[in-house]
Structures are given as C-alpha cells and as structure tokens.
C-alpha cells in the first residue's frame, strides 16, 4: 500500500523558513516525479511544486519560485520542501501527492496524496 | 496558464438525485482532466483522469465526459457519502497544474 506521511508544519513569522518532508513508502520511490500541493484555510487547491523521479528536473509555480525549493533522497525515500522568505499568504496545508504513472517528468495527475502538514505564517 | 472554472460554487441535491458538476477550460485540449473529491478534514481523493476514466476502487455511479473546454462529472444517484467538494484539474499545459475553485456538493 502506497503511504505518504508529510510532516515539518508549523507557525513561523513571516520572512522565516521552514522545511516539510514527506515519507514514502510502499512503491519504488525514485521512479516517480513528486508534487507539493497546497490548499489555504477555506479555499481551494494550488499546486505548488514538482520534481522528477530522478531529482534532476525540478517546477514551480510562480508564486513561489525564488523561495521554495523542492529536493527528494531517494535512498530514504523521502521528499522535501525548503520554504524561505515566507508570507502570510502561504498559510496552508501543505499536501505532497505522488505522480500515477513511473518514469515521467511530472505534470500529470496526483494519486495518492498524504494527509498534509498545517504551515501557519503569522507574527 | 489554463485557467479553470467550476460551476456552480454549490449544488443542493437529495439523496438518490443525480449531480451534474462542470468545468470549464480556458483553452482547449483533449482529455488531460482529473477530478478529485475533498471530505472535510481529509486529503483530496483522484476519481477521474484522463476526463473519463475511472480511478481504482471509485463506484460506477461516478462518470466523466468532455473535451475541448468543457467537462463534466456525473455522480448518477447520490450516495450519503458523496457529500464533499469536488475539483477538477488540468494536466494538458504545465507549468503550472491548475485546479478549478471547487464545487460543494449538499443535502438538498
């Protein structure tokens, strides 16, 4: 059984970093492109960032390209969202979502995804 | 960009009825479309991909159709449980992947 378990979460003040990590297991990790995925209290889906299976090819949206950068150890099988320069408006659950298919660049749809991890930025 | 529309915000249905959800592409493509199904307090849930085709383990009862700007998912007789926010999602051009803003589906 596929299982993704995203953990780091937390209040930071704006302008503070912070580091989500996302623990997979039960499917051969390195062969699949990752995502970060974020909803806002109340509101809807964005996705955020992707990388390849092989960590070589990384995307971001723009509201957060130049202050998250999303990175994978595939020896531990786990996937990381290094998030500095944080703003009020990047308050949500951060949610990482596995690509369907191996092999792939990402871009495609999210099956499955992990519970999520509360980031709350706020002084 | 692909911009991606869902209507309506809501829909109030009663047990049994059937809902008809939409969205709406700000370009055109083929079939590069999931959907998901969100309950309160728990991750998003892959129903459709690829605009009609059923995930793994997802009730017949749940069919998607469409191409080009507009799709549509179909919930044929509503269950207790389907109750929950749906959102749709491009995956033609990218980046970025673009979601709709959702539709609650409610007791009627």
């Known amino acids: 059984e596929v299982q993704l378990v995203e953990s780091g979460g937390g209040l930071v003040q704006p302008g503070g970093s912070l580091r989500l990590s996302c623990a997979a297991s039960?499917?051969?990790?390195?062969?699949?492109?990752m995502n970060w995925v974020r909803q806002a209290p109340g509101k809807g889906l964005e996705w955020v960032s992707a990388?390849?299976?092989?960590?070589?090819?990384?995307y971001y949206a723009d509201s957060v390209k130049g202050r998250f950068t999303i990175s994978r150890d595939n020896s531990k099988t786990t996937l990381y969202l290094q998030m500095n320069s944080l703003r009020a408006e990047d308050t949500a659950v951060y949610y990482c979502?596995?690509?369907?298919?191996?092999?792939?660049?990402?871009?495609?749809?999210?099956?499955?995804w992990g519970q999520g991890t509360l980031v709350t930025v706020s002084s | 960009e692909i911009v991606m529309t869902q209507s309506p915000a809501t829909l109030s249905v009663s047990p049994g009825e059937r809902a008809t959800l939409s969205c709406r592409a700000s370009?055109?493509?083929?079939?590069?479309l999931a959907w998901y199904q969100q309950k309160p307090g728990q991750a998003p849930r892959l129903l459709i991909y690829?605009?009609?085709t059923r995930a793994t383990g997802i009730p017949a009862r749940f069919s998607g159709s469409g191409s080009g700007t507009e799709f549509t998912l179909t919930i044929s007789s509503l269950q207790s449980e389907d109750f929950a926010v749906y959102y749709c999602?491009?995956?033609?051009?990218?980046?970025?992947?673009?979601f709709g803003g959702g539709t609650k589906v409610e007791i009627k």
């Open positions: 979502a596995k690509d369907p298919k191996p092999m792939l660049q990402g871009g495609n749809w999210f099956d499955p």
């Open positions: 039960g499917f051969t990790f390195s062969s699949y492109a």
């Open positions: 990388i390849s299976g092989s960590g070589g090819s990384t």
């Open positions: 370009q055109s493509f083929s079939s590069n």
């Open positions: 690829g605009a009609s």
């Open positions: 999602q491009q995956y033609n051009n990218w980046p970025p992947l673009t």
